[in-house]
Nanobody
Framework: QAQLAESGGGLVQAGGSLRLSCAASGRTFSSYTMGWFRQAPGKEREFVAAIRWTGGSTYYADSVKGRFTISRDAAKNTVYLQMNSLKPEDTAVYYC?????????????????WGQGTQVTVSS
């Protein structure tokens, strides 16, 4: 069974950077698409970025394009989200998710496995 664990959240100033990590375990992920989602208080969980485990193709939400970079290190079974030029509106709990398919999807209910989340707070 796939298990995901996020880390790297914290408090940063607007304009700063933060790197989130998602440690994946339990099985091989060669046929997975891995994603990052975020959820702010009172708001719906929203898609941030996704990457195909094999090949490394990426897809980003318009709100983070050019600022965030998703990557993976297959040898370490780890997915990263590098967040630059952070804004207060990026404040949310960030979740790592896995989908048992190579196709890109942006809806949370299309993803099968989830981590517990890590808090990112951006101060103004």
């Amino acid at each position: 069974q796939a298990q995901l664990a996020e880390s790297g959240g914290g408090l940063v100033q607007a304009g700063g950077s933060l790197r989130l990590s998602c440690a994946a375990s339990g099985r091989t992920f060669s046929s997975y698409t891995m994603g990052w989602f975020r959820q702010a208080p009172g708001k719906e969980r929203e898609f941030v970025a996704a990457i195909r485990w094999t090949g490394g193709s990426t897809y980003y939400a318009d709100s983070v394009k050019g600022r965030f970079t998703i990557s993976r290190d297959a040898a370490k079974n780890t997915v990263y989200l590098q967040m630059n030029s952070l804004k207060p509106e990026d404040t949310a709990v960030y979740y790592c998710a896995g989908r048992r398919s190579i196709s890109f999807q942006t809806k949370p209910n299309e993803f099968d496995y989830w981590g517990q989340g890590t808090q990112v707070t951006v101060s103004s």
